[in-house]
């Protein structure tokens, strides 16, 4: 198996940045790569920001982790020495295809180039080469220093080989949060584990949303509906991730999955307007000032959530990843999202009263005229129980 020294990060927005950082920590060789400089100083700026953190606390000496970083503004003279390429860019599956493109014309033989993408197909890019033996998802969490999860993910040609060694570099890599979890994904099925798990949960947000702006309750009056707000309430949370991310997200599951995913009249808004979160400054919250902490005792509440719901579908979610074969046990399912989202997962809480939700989710599916939304064959049958 190939010894992987020299990894290349293309794109270094919130997630490549991250996912360089902790290269760095694990002793990597790495080159970060952008179109512009001052998106690589950006990312420069954010990789040292967290290593002084560290370095606040004795862990490490942040110019010694540095000096393992080189930057390029060439992709095809970045990765000529590379031995595994990670990309982190947009989630536009033609810009992703060039860019698998220019590696496989410009990188070794040897080397395994593998994508961050949070949606979208590993074996449609990897056509773009003449390597898709050796193209693979490797899917972080945001933040990637402290969100123990990483996707590996096998295309339709992927071979095994490279699946281990997507495997070997995510097990190296530190988490500021315990051992890193890796989710191997077996099908290469749009949002793969955990983003699939919860994206139907987004037909329902948006009719939430869209429920409030036309009856002009402040969106954060969603967020106060929630009783328990886990780590971060839903519309911080969106807000953390992108509202881009959310809107390319829903499309992509739009084409792929169901229309019904297409993104409602509140986050297209969002995004037209520019509107993204954290990265803009501006979202569901102002974030000029850092993270926002809503004191939601102080918010009304919209009085329109309904938890169960949320639970069944991402039950019923969780019985289709059962059913087209992308994990093989609802237990992973549940471990893999504690890992990447610091939150339970449906089937440990969900599994004793299944009637009920199988119900309750026939029931919001009928009412806001969803066919997506309706109970799965396996959910229904309550055979997944002895799936775990
Ligand atoms: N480097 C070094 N240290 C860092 C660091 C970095 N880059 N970032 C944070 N730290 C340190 C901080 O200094 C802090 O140290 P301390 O405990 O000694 O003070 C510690 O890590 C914790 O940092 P924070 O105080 O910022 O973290 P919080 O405790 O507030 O937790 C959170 C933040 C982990 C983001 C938590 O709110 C959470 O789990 N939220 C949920 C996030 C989530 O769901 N992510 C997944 C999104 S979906 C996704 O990414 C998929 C994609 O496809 C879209």
């Avoid at 410009?106 to 961050?116: D, E, G, L, T």
């Avoid at 949370?237 to 599951?253: K, R």
């Avoid at 579908?313 to 074969?325: K, M, Q």
């Amino acid at each position: 198996m190939v010894d992987v020294k020299n990894i290349v990060v293309i794109g270094v927005g919130l997630m490549g940045n991250g996912i360089a950082q902790v290269a760095l920590m694990a002793k990597y060789n790495v080159t970060i790569v952008d179109v512009k400089q001052e998106f690589i100083d950006k990312g420069i700026a954010s990789i040292e920001g967290g290593l002084k953190r560290l370095e606040a606390k004795g862990k490490l000496v942040t110019a010694d982790v540095m000096s393992g970083l080189k930057t390029s503004l060439d992709l095809a003279s970045a990765v000529k020495d590379a031995d595994y390429i990670v990309e982190a860019v947009v989630e536009k599956m033609d810009v992703k295809k060039n860019i698998f493109k220019t590696c496989d014309e410009n990188a070794p033989p040897h080397c395994v180039i593998a994508s961050n993408t949070s949606t979208m197909s590993i074996t449609e890019m990897a056509t773009a080469t003449n390597r898709a033996d050796k193209c693979i998802g490797m899917h972080f969490f945001n933040p990637v220093p402290l969100m123990r999860l990483v996707e590996v993910i096998a295309g339709e040609k992927s071979s095994e080989e490279s699946m281990e060694i997507g495997i070997k570099v995510s097990e190296s890599l530190p988490c500021l949060r315990g051992d890193r979890y890796i989710a191997k994904v077996l099908k290469d099925k749009p949002g793969f584990i955990v983003n699939r798990l919860n994206a139907p949960v987004s037909i329902y947000s948006n009719y939430l949303l869209d429920t409030c702006l036309e009856k002009g309750i402040p969106f954060e009056s969603l967020d106060a509906d929630y009783e328990s707000k886990g780590p971060m309430s839903p519309l911080v949370l969106a807000d953390y991730v992108g509202i881009d991310t959310s809107y390319h997200g829903q499309n992509y599951y739009a084409e792929t999955l169901s229309e019904e995913f297409s993104p409602g009249k509140v986050i297209t808004n969002m995004y037209k307007e520019g509107k993204l979160g954290r990265k803009t400054g501006q979202g569901f919250y102002d974030w000029s000032k850092g993270r926002p902490q809503p004191d939601f005792s102080k918010i009304s509440k919209a009085g329109l959530v309904d938890l169960d719901i949320r639970l069944a579908i991402r039950l019923n979610e969780g019985c289709r990843i059962l059913e087209e074969g992308i994990a093989s046990g609802w237990k992973i399912i549940d471990d893999a999202n504690m890992a990447g989202m610091n939150a339970a997962g449906p089937f440990e809480r969900g599994i004793e009263n299944y009637e009920n939700y199988v119900k309750k989710l026939g029931a919001i599916a009928e009412k806001i005229g969803s066919t997506y939304l309706k109970p799965c064959e396996l959910f229904r049958s309550g055979k997944f129980v002895d799936m775990k």
